[in-house]
């Protein structure tokens, strides 16, 4: 059962365009995080987010956590070729229970 | 501080050996996860380790195994191997307290073939 499902799976777009990425959930957390991975190494955090509603931004890139707190949305403004990889979102049921729940993924690919 | 590190970075084994992969966590980190990556399956969770209890499992089988020492630091054996487990293995780090943040940090990986 897959229990956090992104979407979508794969995006190719070209640089300055907008996109939006989904996860979504039936299951409420305690905290979800955006994760950015290359390949052959290990997901990078990029935000926590904790409150429902919450809305944190990091430069080109806007977090928002469902007011539920059952899914949240990834928005990247004028994407840069930079911005090419597996963005992973991981959601934990517990406090500091050390087990995330991760989505597939969406594969980014930002072409110059 | 020093980030999450795992060693050997890549591995290669054949099917019926074990393997030994470690971690060493954040400073102040005193648990330390395990998680399975595969194209097919995603990253999947392999069990977390808390001042050298496990604390939670995944569903994996017996041939996956780990512990953790008194420093945090810990490693995982597979045993047995089959070419399926193939994959990128991560250990992902937090501090693990009482009221504390459940964000967990990763390391680079350990990337295990099985011929």
């Known amino acids: 059962t897959q229990l956090l499902e992104q979407s979508p799976q794969f995006l190719s777009i070209q640089e300055g365009e907008n996109l939006t990425v989904y996860c979504n959930s039936s299951s409420v957390f305690s905290s979800l995080q955006w994760y950015r991975q290359e390949p052959g190494e290990g997901p990078v955090l990029l935000v926590t987010?904790?409150?429902?509603?919450e809305v944190k931004k990091l430069k080109r890139l806007t977090f928002q956590f469902g007011d539920a707190r059952k899914d949240s949305s990834l928005h990247i403004t004028a994407a840069q070729p930079g911005d090419t990889g597996l963005y992973l979102c991981a959601g934990a049921y517990d406090t500091n229970a050390g087990k995330s729940t991760f989505g597939d993924g969406t594969t980014l690919t930002v072409k110059p | 501080k020093a980030g999450v590190t795992q060693t050997p970075r890549y591995l290669i084994k054949t099917r019926g050996q074990q393997v030994t992969l470690s971690c060493s966590p954040i400073s102040g980190h005193r648990s330390v996860s395990w998680y399975q990556q595969t194209p097919g399956q995603g990253l999947q969770f392999l069990f977390e380790?808390?001042?050298?209890?496990?604390?939670n499992k995944g569903n994996f089988p017996g041939r996956f195994s780990g512990r953790q020492f008194s420093n945090s630091r810990s490693e995982m054996n597979v045993s047995t191997l089959e070419l399926g487990d193939s994959a990128l293995y991560l250990c992902?780090?937090?501090?693990?307290?009482?009221?504390?943040?459940?964000?967990?940090?990763f390391g680079p990986g350990t990337r295990l073939t099985v011929l």
């Open positions: 987010v904790v409150t429902g509603g």
């Open positions: 380790y808390f001042s050298e209890t496990q604390r």
């Open positions: 992902a780090t937090q501090p693990g307290l009482l009221g504390g943040t459940d964000t967990q940090y």
